[in-house]
């Protein structure tokens, strides 16, 4: 069975810092791939990045990075430069790369406060 | 850009009613998804579908069922709704290996 596990409670962070939201994983599948997802207090959920097991490179897309330490099962979202619209409640998600079972378990969140 | 509508964002119901949540893809996806998401749960997959007429249970099926006829298509019913599905539900859909892309969610309330 897979598990993501997020624990810190609600997060602050001045304007323009960088801040890392944490996330361990669960799985006994070597192939799987990592998600990050962004959900605004409107609702939607926003993709932000993702992370193969197998890429050796840490994922970027903009501001956002991933640090993936495998051997610690550890995949964190950084973000730098935080802006006050990054406040939102931020979510990881694990997919075993297993043909058609494409299934997400999701973490249970992380809510960010970007301070002025 | 892909496009997940889901048909109301918000949606207040009575108990024992039989309520219909409706979400649509314009990107041909195989694969579709509801979940719901509650405060402090995180979101929990209720029913998934790969193929069109095709259904799988997820990890909160009691209470549910899904109808998927056509393909761009995914369709949530509450056979008789009680209290306790009061929540966010989100529809997402993908193919193969690429991210869900997801609907801006119902909120459902029952009373």
């Known amino acids: 069975a897979q598990k993501i596990t997020q624990t810190q409670p609600g997060m602050f962070v001045q304007e323009k810092e960088a801040v890392t939201l944490d996330c361990t994983y669960d799985?006994?599948?070597?192939?799987?791939?990592l998600f990050w997802y962004k959900q605004p207090s409107s609702g939607e959920m926003i993709f932000l990045i993702y992370?193969?097991?197998?890429?050796?490179q840490n994922a970027t897309e903009g501001r956002y990075s991933l640090n993936f330490q495998k051997a610690r099962k550890s995949a964190n979202l950084v973000i730098s430069a935080s802006q006050l619209g990054d406040s939102a409640m931020y979510f990881c998600?694990?997919?075993?790369?297993?043909?058609?079972?494409?299934?997400?378990?999701f973490g249970k969140g992380i809510t960010l406060s970007v301070r002025p | 850009d892909v496009k997940v509508t889901q048909s109301s964002r918000y949606l207040v119901k009575r108990t024992g009613e039989k309520v219909f949540l409706e979400c649509v893809q314009d990107?041909?996806?195989?694969?579709m998804f509801w979940y719901r998401q509650d405060p402090g749960l995180g979101l929990r997959l209720i029913y998934f579908?790969?193929?069109?007429?095709?259904?799988e249970k997820g990890d909160i099926p009691e209470g549910y069922s899904v109808s998927r006829e056509k393909k761009e298509r995914f369709s949530l019913i509450l056979e008789s709704a009680s209290t306790n599905q009061t929540s966010m539900y989100l529809c997402?859909?993908?193919?193969?290996?690429?991210?869900?892309?997801f609907g801006d969610g119902t909120r459902l309330s029952i009373l």
């Open positions: 998600a694990m997919r075993a790369s297993t043909g058609a079972n494409s299934k997400l378990t």
């Open positions: 799985t006994s599948d070597q192939s799987y791939g």
């Open positions: 992370q193969g097991s197998y890429d050796e």
């Open positions: 990107m041909d996806h195989e694969n």
């Open positions: 579908s790969y193929d069109v007429k095709m259904k």
């Open positions: 997402a859909s993908h193919r193969g290996y690429q991210p869900q892309h």
